[in-house]
C-alpha cells in the first residue's frame, strides 16, 4: 500500500467479572472462565509491520490510515 501509514496498536484486555463455564481442551475437564472486554491502546505510527516491530517489539496490531 501506499500515501498512507499505519497506526500501531496494543490490546489492553479487562475482566468483566462475568463468567461462563467451558470444557477445556487439554484436560477435559469443566472450567469457568471469565469474559474480557477489548480497548487499543495507541503506541504511534509507522510505515511497515518491520517499522513497527522495530519501533514497539512483540507482534503489533496495524490499523491502515489512508492519506
Not at 489492553?12 to 470444557?23: E, M, Q, R, S, V
Not at 469457568?32 to 516491530?53: F, H, I, N, P, V
Not at 517489539?57 to 490510515?65: D, I, K, Q, S, T
Amino acid at each position: 500500500m501506499s500515501n498512507g501509514y499505519y497506526n500501531v496498536l496494543r490490546p489492553i484486555h479487562t475482566g468483566t467479572g462475568t463468567y461462563f463455564t467451558t470444557i477445556d481442551a487439554k484436560t477435559g475437564q469443566m472450567v469457568k472462565r471469565e469474559w474480557y472486554a477489548t480497548s487499543w491502546q495507541r503506541l504511534g505510527t509507522a510505515l511497515s509491520m518491520e517499522d513497527a516491530k522495530a519501533q514497539f517489539g512483540g507482534a503489533p496490531v496495524l490499523e491502515w490510515v489512508p492519506a
